[in-house]
Protein backbone atom coordinates (compact mmCIF):
# COMPACT_ATOMS: atom_id res chain seq x y z
CA UNK A 1 0.00 0.00 0.00
CA UNK A 2 1.35 3.43 -0.83
CA UNK A 3 -0.36 5.45 1.76
CA UNK A 4 1.12 8.97 1.10
CA UNK A 5 -0.23 10.12 -2.46
CA UNK A 6 -1.81 13.50 -3.18
CA UNK A 7 -4.52 14.66 -5.54
CA UNK A 8 -2.08 16.24 -7.69
CA UNK A 9 -0.54 12.29 -8.35
CA UNK A 10 -3.07 11.18 -10.07
CA UNK A 11 -4.38 11.58 -13.75
CA UNK A 12 -8.16 10.86 -14.52
CA UNK A 13 -9.94 9.92 -17.69
CA UNK A 14 -13.71 9.04 -18.05
CA UNK A 15 -13.93 7.42 -21.60
CA UNK A 16 -10.80 8.33 -22.38
CA UNK A 17 -11.57 11.88 -22.23
CA UNK A 18 -9.43 13.65 -19.02
CA UNK A 19 -11.09 15.09 -16.36
CA UNK A 20 -10.17 17.63 -13.02
CA UNK A 21 -10.14 15.79 -9.77
CA UNK A 22 -12.02 18.35 -7.30
CA UNK A 23 -12.39 15.81 -4.09
CA UNK A 24 -9.37 13.62 -2.23
CA UNK A 25 -9.19 12.59 1.01
CA UNK A 26 -7.99 9.49 2.48
CA UNK A 27 -10.86 7.21 3.67
CA UNK A 28 -9.86 5.22 6.54
CA UNK A 29 -12.79 6.23 9.25
CA UNK A 30 -15.85 6.56 7.81
CA UNK A 31 -18.58 3.88 8.60
CA UNK A 32 -18.27 0.06 6.65
CA UNK A 33 -20.71 -1.87 5.55
CA UNK A 34 -19.91 -5.59 4.37
CA UNK A 35 -21.75 -8.51 2.98
CA UNK A 36 -20.41 -11.87 3.39
CA UNK A 37 -21.38 -14.51 0.59
CA UNK A 38 -20.32 -18.04 1.82
CA UNK A 39 -20.91 -21.15 -0.79
CA UNK A 40 -22.36 -23.79 1.16
CA UNK A 41 -23.01 -26.18 -2.44
CA UNK A 42 -21.89 -29.87 -2.87
CA UNK A 43 -18.34 -28.93 -4.10
CA UNK A 44 -17.59 -26.36 -1.00
CA UNK A 45 -18.95 -28.62 2.36
CA UNK A 46 -15.89 -29.80 3.44
CA UNK A 47 -14.63 -26.47 3.45
CA UNK A 48 -17.07 -24.87 5.71
CA UNK A 49 -15.57 -25.27 9.10
CA UNK A 50 -12.82 -23.11 8.09
CA UNK A 51 -14.39 -20.71 6.63
CA UNK A 52 -16.18 -20.44 9.32
CA UNK A 53 -13.32 -20.06 11.74
CA UNK A 54 -11.54 -17.58 9.88
CA UNK A 55 -14.79 -15.38 9.35
CA UNK A 56 -15.42 -15.36 12.64
CA UNK A 57 -11.77 -13.50 13.33
CA UNK A 58 -12.42 -11.25 10.02
CA UNK A 59 -15.75 -9.72 11.44
CA UNK A 60 -13.92 -9.54 15.19
CA UNK A 61 -10.85 -7.62 13.60
CA UNK A 62 -12.85 -5.29 11.02
CA UNK A 63 -15.93 -4.53 12.50
CA UNK A 64 -16.28 -1.29 15.12
CA UNK A 65 -19.74 -1.93 16.56
CA UNK A 66 -22.14 1.05 16.03
CA UNK A 67 -20.32 2.13 13.53
CA UNK A 68 -20.01 -0.64 10.92
CA UNK A 69 -22.26 -3.26 9.72
CA UNK A 70 -22.49 -6.54 7.92
CA UNK A 71 -24.55 -9.32 6.69
CA UNK A 72 -23.89 -13.12 5.97
CA UNK A 73 -25.72 -14.55 3.29
CA UNK A 74 -25.10 -18.35 2.12
CA UNK A 75 -25.94 -19.68 -1.41
CA UNK A 76 -26.41 -22.86 -3.04
CA UNK A 77 -28.84 -23.59 -5.43
CA UNK A 78 -31.13 -20.94 -3.76
CA UNK A 79 -29.48 -17.89 -1.91
CA UNK A 80 -30.33 -17.39 1.71
CA UNK A 81 -30.14 -14.21 3.99
CA UNK A 82 -28.99 -15.74 7.19
CA UNK A 83 -28.23 -12.28 9.08
CA UNK A 84 -29.37 -9.04 7.93
CA UNK A 85 -27.54 -6.28 8.20
CA UNK A 86 -26.10 -5.75 11.87
CA UNK A 87 -23.16 -4.14 13.85
CA UNK A 88 -23.79 -6.90 16.45
CA UNK A 89 -20.64 -9.48 16.46
CA UNK A 90 -22.98 -12.17 18.32
CA UNK A 91 -25.65 -11.86 16.01
CA UNK A 92 -23.11 -12.47 12.65
CA UNK A 93 -21.36 -15.26 14.63
CA UNK A 94 -24.94 -16.82 15.22
CA UNK A 95 -25.71 -16.44 11.48
CA UNK A 96 -21.94 -18.63 10.69
CA UNK A 97 -22.25 -21.18 13.15
CA UNK A 98 -25.60 -21.84 10.90
CA UNK A 99 -24.17 -22.04 7.90
CA UNK A 100 -24.24 -25.79 7.35
CA UNK A 101 -27.82 -26.06 8.41
CA UNK A 102 -30.23 -26.63 5.46
CA UNK A 103 -27.26 -28.82 3.64
CA UNK A 104 -29.68 -31.75 2.64
CA UNK A 105 -32.32 -29.58 1.45
CA UNK A 106 -32.35 -28.87 -2.54
CA UNK A 107 -36.45 -26.69 -2.65
CA UNK A 108 -37.44 -23.84 -1.19
CA UNK A 109 -38.10 -23.88 2.74
CA UNK A 110 -35.60 -24.15 5.30
CA UNK A 111 -35.16 -20.91 8.24
CA UNK A 112 -37.60 -18.60 6.34
CA UNK A 113 -36.80 -20.11 3.14
CA UNK A 114 -34.68 -18.72 0.43
CA UNK A 115 -33.69 -14.95 0.39
CA UNK A 116 -35.08 -13.55 -3.09
CA UNK A 117 -36.51 -10.69 -5.04
CA UNK A 118 -39.71 -10.78 -7.28
CA UNK A 119 -39.62 -14.24 -7.54
CA UNK A 120 -36.77 -14.94 -9.77
CA UNK A 121 -35.36 -17.61 -7.80
CA UNK A 122 -35.54 -21.23 -7.96
CA UNK A 123 -34.83 -24.01 -5.77
CA UNK A 124 -32.69 -26.60 -6.69
CA UNK A 125 -29.50 -28.23 -6.90
CA UNK A 126 -26.37 -26.60 -8.21
CA UNK A 127 -24.70 -22.93 -7.74
CA UNK A 128 -26.32 -19.74 -8.03
CA UNK A 129 -23.25 -17.44 -7.31
CA UNK A 130 -24.65 -14.64 -9.64
CA UNK A 131 -27.91 -14.80 -8.17
CA UNK A 132 -26.02 -14.08 -4.38
CA UNK A 133 -24.06 -11.33 -6.00
CA UNK A 134 -27.32 -9.58 -7.91
CA UNK A 135 -29.42 -9.99 -4.57
CA UNK A 136 -26.65 -8.82 -1.93
CA UNK A 137 -26.02 -5.46 -4.24
CA UNK A 138 -29.61 -4.54 -5.00
CA UNK A 139 -31.46 -5.72 -1.83
CA UNK A 140 -29.05 -5.01 0.66
CA UNK A 141 -26.20 -2.69 -0.60
CA UNK A 142 -27.70 -0.06 -3.23
CA UNK A 143 -29.96 1.80 -0.41
CA UNK A 144 -26.43 1.58 1.97
CA UNK A 145 -24.33 5.02 2.04
CA UNK A 146 -20.49 5.31 2.78
CA UNK A 147 -17.87 2.31 2.06
CA UNK A 148 -19.31 -0.85 0.60
CA UNK A 149 -17.92 -4.17 0.16
CA UNK A 150 -18.87 -7.92 -0.43
CA UNK A 151 -16.45 -11.29 -0.28
CA UNK A 152 -17.36 -13.93 -1.28
CA UNK A 153 -15.87 -17.22 -0.28
CA UNK A 154 -16.17 -19.68 -3.21
CA UNK A 155 -15.12 -21.84 -6.16
CA UNK A 156 -16.35 -19.66 -8.67
CA UNK A 157 -18.76 -22.23 -10.35
CA UNK A 158 -22.10 -21.24 -10.95
CA UNK A 159 -25.00 -24.06 -12.21
CA UNK A 160 -27.95 -22.48 -11.21
CA UNK A 161 -28.07 -18.81 -11.42
CA UNK A 162 -31.52 -17.13 -12.98
CA UNK A 163 -29.36 -14.24 -14.03
CA UNK A 164 -26.08 -14.13 -15.85
CA UNK A 165 -22.98 -12.75 -14.80
CA UNK A 166 -23.27 -9.43 -16.44
CA UNK A 167 -26.35 -8.70 -14.54
CA UNK A 168 -24.65 -9.93 -11.28
CA UNK A 169 -21.56 -7.11 -11.99
CA UNK A 170 -24.04 -4.94 -12.96
CA UNK A 171 -25.82 -4.74 -9.88
CA UNK A 172 -22.91 -3.94 -7.87
CA UNK A 173 -21.66 -1.34 -9.71
CA UNK A 174 -25.10 0.18 -9.54
CA UNK A 175 -24.77 -0.28 -5.88
CA UNK A 176 -20.79 1.52 -5.73
CA UNK A 177 -19.52 -1.77 -4.22
CA UNK A 178 -16.48 -3.46 -3.97
CA UNK A 179 -16.30 -6.79 -4.72
CA UNK A 180 -13.38 -9.19 -3.36
CA UNK A 181 -13.66 -12.67 -4.76
CA UNK A 182 -11.91 -15.03 -2.24
CA UNK A 183 -11.01 -18.52 -4.60
CA UNK A 184 -11.84 -21.12 -2.06
CA UNK A 185 -11.30 -24.65 -4.07
CA UNK A 186 -11.47 -28.35 -2.56
CA UNK A 187 -9.34 -30.19 -4.55
CA UNK A 188 -11.88 -33.65 -4.09
CA UNK A 189 -14.75 -31.08 -4.33
CA UNK A 190 -15.33 -32.87 -7.67
CA UNK A 191 -15.29 -36.25 -6.75
CA UNK A 192 -10.99 -36.23 -6.70
CA UNK A 193 -10.97 -33.34 -9.91
CA UNK A 194 -12.14 -30.45 -12.18
CA UNK A 195 -11.68 -32.54 -15.52
CA UNK A 196 -15.07 -33.25 -16.45
CA UNK A 197 -15.77 -28.93 -16.02
CA UNK A 198 -12.36 -27.85 -18.03
CA UNK A 199 -11.20 -26.31 -14.39
CA UNK A 200 -13.56 -24.54 -12.39
CA UNK A 201 -16.48 -25.03 -14.36
CA UNK A 202 -17.10 -22.35 -17.03
CA UNK A 203 -13.59 -20.87 -15.20
CA UNK A 204 -14.09 -19.88 -12.03
CA UNK A 205 -10.83 -17.89 -11.49
CA UNK A 206 -11.48 -16.12 -14.73
CA UNK A 207 -15.03 -15.48 -13.54
CA UNK A 208 -14.84 -14.39 -10.20
CA UNK A 209 -11.33 -12.34 -11.18
CA UNK A 210 -13.98 -10.71 -13.92
CA UNK A 211 -16.48 -9.58 -11.08
CA UNK A 212 -13.84 -8.30 -8.64
CA UNK A 213 -12.13 -6.07 -11.31
CA UNK A 214 -15.28 -4.52 -12.58
CA UNK A 215 -16.40 -3.12 -9.13
CA UNK A 216 -12.87 -1.90 -7.99
CA UNK A 217 -12.29 -5.15 -5.81
CA UNK A 218 -9.88 -8.04 -6.08
CA UNK A 219 -9.65 -11.38 -6.53
CA UNK A 220 -7.81 -13.72 -4.09
CA UNK A 221 -6.61 -16.98 -3.84
CA UNK A 222 -6.37 -19.81 -0.39
CA UNK A 223 -3.51 -22.15 -0.74
CA UNK A 224 -1.39 -23.81 1.43
CA UNK A 225 1.22 -20.82 1.70
CA UNK A 226 -1.89 -18.26 1.78
CA UNK A 227 -4.50 -19.39 3.98
CA UNK A 228 -7.81 -17.94 4.27
CA UNK A 229 -6.92 -15.92 7.58
CA UNK A 230 -3.80 -14.23 5.42
CA UNK A 231 -5.69 -13.85 2.77
CA UNK A 232 -8.98 -11.72 5.33
CA UNK A 233 -6.06 -9.87 6.70
CA UNK A 234 -5.26 -8.51 3.23
CA UNK A 235 -9.01 -7.28 2.55
CA UNK A 236 -9.03 -5.91 5.99
CA UNK A 237 -5.84 -3.40 4.85
CA UNK A 238 -7.17 -2.56 1.82
CA UNK A 239 -10.59 -1.90 3.06
CA UNK A 240 -8.72 1.03 6.09
CA UNK A 241 -6.58 2.15 3.41
CA UNK A 242 -8.67 4.05 0.50
CA UNK A 243 -8.23 7.18 -1.36
CA UNK A 244 -11.55 8.53 -2.17
CA UNK A 245 -11.67 11.01 -5.49
CA UNK A 246 -14.18 13.15 -6.82
CA UNK A 247 -15.27 15.10 -10.41
CA UNK A 248 -17.52 16.15 -12.46
CA UNK A 249 -18.00 14.78 -15.89
CA UNK A 250 -16.62 17.34 -18.59
CA UNK A 251 -19.85 17.02 -20.44
CA UNK A 252 -23.73 15.75 -19.11
CA UNK A 253 -24.22 11.86 -19.34
CA UNK A 254 -27.18 10.45 -20.54
CA UNK A 255 -29.21 8.70 -17.71
CA UNK A 256 -28.61 4.91 -17.12
CA UNK A 257 -24.90 4.94 -19.88
CA UNK A 258 -22.61 3.00 -18.41
CA UNK A 259 -18.93 5.31 -18.43
CA UNK A 260 -15.54 4.23 -18.54
CA UNK A 261 -12.71 5.07 -16.14
CA UNK A 262 -9.11 5.37 -16.20
CA UNK A 263 -7.16 6.35 -13.30
CA UNK A 264 -3.36 6.36 -13.24
CA UNK A 265 -0.55 8.07 -11.51
CA UNK A 266 2.22 10.39 -12.40
CA UNK A 267 4.89 7.91 -11.07
CA UNK A 268 5.42 4.92 -12.92
CA UNK A 269 5.00 1.44 -11.66
CA UNK A 270 2.55 2.08 -9.34
CA UNK A 271 -1.04 0.04 -9.76
CA UNK A 272 -3.82 1.50 -8.88
CA UNK A 273 -7.04 -0.70 -7.95
CA UNK A 274 -10.26 1.19 -8.52
CA UNK A 275 -13.86 0.60 -9.84
CA UNK A 276 -14.21 0.29 -13.96
CA UNK A 277 -16.90 2.79 -14.47
CA UNK A 278 -19.80 3.46 -13.22
CA UNK A 279 -23.65 4.13 -14.80
CA UNK A 280 -25.06 7.30 -14.86
CA UNK A 281 -28.26 7.76 -12.84
Keep these: MVRDLAKDDFLLQEDRRPQTIRYFSQESDLPLTMGLLVDVSGSQRRLIP ?38 SRDNLERSLRALEDDQNQYAFGGRGGPYSTGGRMGGGRGTALYDAVLLASEDLMKRQTGRKALVILTDGVDTASMVSLEEGVEAAQRADTLVYSVLFEDPAGYGGGFGRFGGFGPNGAGVLDEISHQTGGRLLTVSKKRPLEDVYDSIEEELRSMYSLGYTPDRENEKSSYHKIRLTTKEKGMVVQTRDGYYAT
Aim: no cysteine; charged share 25%; hydrophobic share 45%.
Design 50 to 87: EERSASFQFFDQVLREDLDQAFVIHFQGWVELLQDLTS
